[in-house]
């Protein structure tokens, strides 16, 4: 080692000034910046594991919320099956014997059945397994028990006593699907088995969604298949089957596939016997802590780099200066007293030199001049200091005192104002989604009823008559709001002063009926058959028949869109007297209606 030692004194001794001032910086910056790097590296990768685990386990939370939540919706479906006895009694008779019967169960009992299971969007379909020999098979929702394929299997669901899932079922009609089998109670006796088949991607949905690379959430189906997005390249089923283990509930785990470790959280569902599990891979972990190394490391060089080259620059400089220093020297030696020697102003220790050997040559008159250059300098220095400090925020600050003092002053109807005009400008420019709640979409009118009212002359004035029930119904956004605001720029007559608009919700059947009527001045005769022409499909005028027009297309394209073509928008006016629009769409209402 001493040898080593000696070895690289003797190197670094015939270097040059510059190199010996580079190895020097080198060392100085490098050393503390390996350090630091070496210390942020062990707390990111620490922060991230912490910040992994608590995202796994909020992502698998998550998902079994969502299972027992669609759990609830089966059995919800299943009770309200099981409930209708008239259904089952007939199911358990002689079903052939009466022809006008079978008819007549076809067109109440069993269609309300299948009603029933349409109406739980989780849902493919149902069947009920009749122990009945007698019973008449109607496909697919009434079979004979003996359809069923696992032996003795009424037996065993009998033990259970509770909703059993099992994939790809006991049936033919289950294969491919998620099977949730109950016993069949008539009375107190049991009569059959209830099925209901439901599609693996429809229970287990937010498996589909699209995830980071390296990450993954999966489902451990009682059976050993695993559904996932994102599993075609990988095999986990083995190695998760080492950590799986029901009685232990939620765990943190981790394991090594293709020299690859996998850090996550997994969660058994009894109820269900399925596991959640969520993990990523260290590599998807690390990768962004390895960018950020790898970014210090190359900027830590780069950095050492500019020093070397800027020493160089430096030390070159410097050298130069000596060597015209000495020259100088002996020239003055020699008797040459005009020589000057090239300095700068506020200098290192070379400049300090160089200003004392010519002010001993330029005695009191370069001393003035010297002194009335450096005066000029600092002014020219504050001025450009003074100068800079004008930029663009002075004007942003300027505009936002102005504002300020609005404020001061008191204007509550100016600011009202403003705050309506801001909500309306964000729930117009937010498209989180498509669809709102008639609750939001209404709020939205209000507001814009209030601006109207604040910047304009005449009076808008605006009834609601829509009742509680409804007001938590899904409808695209922006369906009523051009509605009304066609109300108020066409509704209003010429010379008028005000304009009623009531809006109302009629309920009829599975269509639900939005209504904005206003007692304005209506469509002309000839305009009304134009925009109801386009509304039925007969014209494609949408951007060109006219100002009342354009709103109303656009909202019932968008319905369309989203219903189907049955539903839309229906226009009736007196030329006048007034203006109805009717939004016609589906009923559905978030609430489940007690289930």
């Known amino acids: 080692m001493r040898k080593i030692a000696e070895k690289w004194k003797r190197i670094f001794r015939r270097q040059s000034l510059v190199s010996k001032i580079v190895w020097a910086l080198s060392g100085i910056i490098m050393l503390p910046a390996i350090i630091l790097t070496s210390v942020w590296l062990q707390k990111s990768r620490e922060t991230a594991y912490q910040e992994a685990y608590r995202e796994c386990r909020s992502e698998v939370e998550a998902m079994v919320k969502d299972m027992i939540a ?29 022809g006008l019967k079978l008819v007549k169960f076809s067109q109440q009992e069993l269609a309300r059945m299948r009603y029933i299971f349409l109406c739980n969007s989780l849902l493919e379909s149902g069947g009920f397994y009749f122990y009945n020999p007698q019973v008449y098979e109607i496909w697919d929702t009434i079979y004979r028990y003996d359809r069923i394929e696992e032996k ?41 088995i209830l099925e209901i088949r439901i599609p693996y991607e429809k229970f287990f949905g937010s498996l589909k969604e699209a995830r980071p690379e390296g990450s993954f959430c999966v489902v451990r189906l009682s059976d050993g298949q695993i559904l996932g997005n994102g599993m075609e390249s990988y095999d986990f089923a083995e190695e998760l089957e080492k950590w799986l283990e029901p009685d232990r509930g939620s765990e943190s785990f981790w394991f090594t596939y293709e020299k690859e470790k996998f850090y996550g959280v997994y969660q058994y569902l009894e109820d269900f016997e399925v596991y959640v599990i969520s993990f990523s891979s260290e590599r998807a972990l690390m990768e962004e802590i390895r960018e950020k190394a790898r970014l210090a490391i190359a900027a830590a060089f780069c950095l050492l780099l500019l020093c070397f080259l800027v020493s160089s620059l430096v030390y070159r400089k410097m050298l130069s200066r000596l060597t015209a220093l000495k020259s100088g020297m002996e020239e003055v030696q020699k008797g040459e007293l005009s020589i000057r020697m090239p300095q700068r102003e506020d200098g290192d220790e070379l400049d300090q ?28 220095a504050q001025l450009n200091a003074l100068q800079s400090q004008i930029n663009s925020h002075f004007l942003y600050n300027a505009l936002e005192s102005i504002r300020m003092m609005a404020e001061v002053e008191g204007q509550c109807d100016v600011a009202d104002t403003l705050v309506s005009l801001g909500n309306l400008m964000r729930y117009q420019m937010s498209w989180k989604s498509k669809t709102v709640s008639l609750r939001e979409e209404l709020e939205s009118i209000k507001k814009y009823v209030f601006f109207i009212n604040m910047i304009n002359e005449y009076q808008v004035e605006l009834t609601i008559r829509i009742q509680e029930r409804f007001l938590d119904t899904d409808i695209p956004k922006l369906c009523l709001q051009p509605l009304v605001e066609n109300c108020v720029v066409h509704g209003i007559p010429k010379g008028g002063k005000s304009v009623h608009i009531s809006l109302s919700a009629v309920e009829n059947g599975r269509v639900l009926v939005l209504q904005v009527t206003d007692d304005g001045a209506g469509i002309e005769k000839e305009r009304l058959m134009r925009i109801n022409r386009v509304l039925q499909g007969y014209e494609d005028e949408s951007l060109i028949i006219g100002k009342n027009g354009i709103g109303i297309v656009n909202v019932h394209k968008r319905l369309q869109m989203n219903y189907g073509v049955e539903y839309g928008i229906v226009l009736e006016s007196r030329e006048g007297v007034c203006t109805q629009v009717k939004v016609v769409m589906p009923n559905v ?3 489940l209606g007690g289930w």
């Open 353 to 380: 030199i160089s200003e004392s050997f010519n002010r001993m040559l330029e005695r009191m008159e370069e001393l003035i001049r010297q002194n009335v250059e450096r005066e000029t300098a600092a002014k020219d």
């Open 70 to 98: 669609n759990g609830m919706l089966v059995d919800n479906t299943i009770t309200i099956a099981l409930n209708q006895k008239e259904f089952l009694r007939f199911c358990n008779g002689d079903m052939g014997q009466d």
């Open 589 to 591: 209402q978030n609430n």
């Open 152 to 192: 003795d299997f009424d037996l065993w669901l009998h033990e259970q006593k509770k909703t059993v899932y099992i994939p790809e079922g006991v049936t033919q009609q289950a294969k491919g699907k998620l099977a949730c089998y109950r016993e069949v109670y008539l009375d107190t006796t049991p009569v059959g």
